[in-house]
């Protein structure tokens, strides 16, 4: 069990370009989340898949955002055209099955900073 | 909506010194409820958690009650150590529908030997 990775930690790139991230859970677990974190605020919820299938969407995820879990395996949130206020932590987590109980486990995550 | 509110931080404490900070929330339901630690450069870690009212969580010399009556769950530490400095989040997890936790925004908490 290696734990859940993300690719990049760091990305600063130009207001208006494209990135894209990636997140690769532990391997048997079949939820996937996204997060995003600003600086004093705890992770909002972004979207989740459970396996393969993207089963909710925040409002926070605007029509910008994409996201995606092909084979139910890694997962990439892609953000186009970027703004000064995307600036901040994206995490990932993963977790075996949904549950009220169930433990998510956290990625690093990707800090972006958008100039 | 459903909530969770955590004392401001910092919080700042010389080692061995009792460690308290405060998290309630407001559901519509009967959550499960959780408290996770964030160390610098680190992602979220699941510190412990408790599922139904009056049940203790405990890892690691810190232990939280779920007190339905104030809705409250508040982590506590007897003795704190330098490694403990990193941010602590409260969160709460409603049964049935999606499961998607939601956080509280995190008490830093930084601790001088």
């Known amino acids: 069990d290696t734990g859940v990775s993300q690719d990049p930690r760091h990305k600063i790139t130009k207001r208006g370009q494209n990135v894209t991230f990636r997140c690769d859970p532990i391997?048997?677990?079949?939820?996937l989340y996204w997060y995003r974190q600003t600086l004093g605020q705890g992770p909002e919820f972004l979207t989740y898949?459970?396996?393969?299938?993207?089963?909710?969407k925040s409002r926070l995820l605007s029509d910008r955002f994409s996201a995606e879990r092909p084979k139910g395996s890694f997962s990439t949130l892609e953000i186009q055209r970027t703004e000064q206020g995307d600036s901040a932590m994206y995490l990932c987590a993963s977790s075996l099955g949904p549950g009220q109980g169930a433990e998510q486990y956290f990625g690093p995550g990707t800090r972006l900073t958008v100039t | 909506g459903d909530s969770v509110t955590q004392m401001e931080g910092p919080v700042t404490l010389s080692e061995e010194a009792f460690l308290t900070i405060n998290c309630t929330y407001t559901?519509?339901?009967?959550?499960?409820l959780f408290w996770y630690v964030q160390y610098p450069g680190e992602g979220l870690q699941l510190l412990l958690k408790?599922?139904?009212?009056?049940d203790k969580g405990s890892n690691k010399g810190f232990e939280a009650t779920y007190r339905k009556e104030t809705t409250s769950f508040h982590l506590e530490k007897g003795s704190v150590q330098v490694s403990d400095s990193a941010v602590y989040f409260c969160a709460l997890v409603l049964s049935g529908g999606s499961y998607i936790p939601t956080f509280g925004r995190g008490t830093s908490l930084i601790v001088h030997p």
């Open positions: 391997s048997e677990h079949n939820r």
């Open positions: 408790a599922t139904k009212a009056d």
């Open positions: 559901a519509t339901g009967y959550p499960s």
């Open positions: 898949f459970q396996n393969e299938a993207q089963l909710e």
